[in-house]
Nanobody, 123 residues
């Protein structure tokens, strides 16, 4: 089974950019659909972006459309989330997740999770 490790979080100001990277090991990364989720204090874990095993299709939650971009490099076993024009409401722990033949973008559809990386956006 694949293992996932996120990196790239941090403290930034509103309007700044961050790039999160998720490195996979131990499994056939190219076979997995990948998602980025986030969870703010006191809130549920929600999907932010999704990319299929073949890179098409992708999905973005409405609040990040036009600001965030998900991409993957199957040769390097990585998936990235480029986050531009960050807002305070983007503050959360961001998780990378892997699933096989994902049909519904809920946390239960993904089998493997990273440990999470904190993103804090100050106003």
């Amino acid at each position: 089974q694949v293992q996932l490790v996120e990196s790239g979080g941090g403290l930034v100001q509103a309007g700044d950019s961050l790039r999160l990277t998720c490195a996979a090991s131990g499994g056939a990364f190219s076979r997995y659909d990948m998602g980025w989720f986030r969870q703010a204090p006191g809130k549920e874990r929600d999907v932010v972006a999704y990319i299929s095993s073949s890179s098409i299709p992708t999905y973005y939650t409405d609040s990040v459309k036009g600001r965030f971009t998900i991409s993957r490099d199957n040769a390097k076993n990585t998936v990235a989330l480029q986050m531009n024009s960050l807002k305070p409401e983007d503050t959360a722990v961001y998780y990378c997740a892997a699933g096989a033949r994902v049909r519904v973008l809920t946390p239960t559809s993904f089998d493997t999770w990273g440990q999470g990386t904190q993103v804090t956006v100050s106003s």
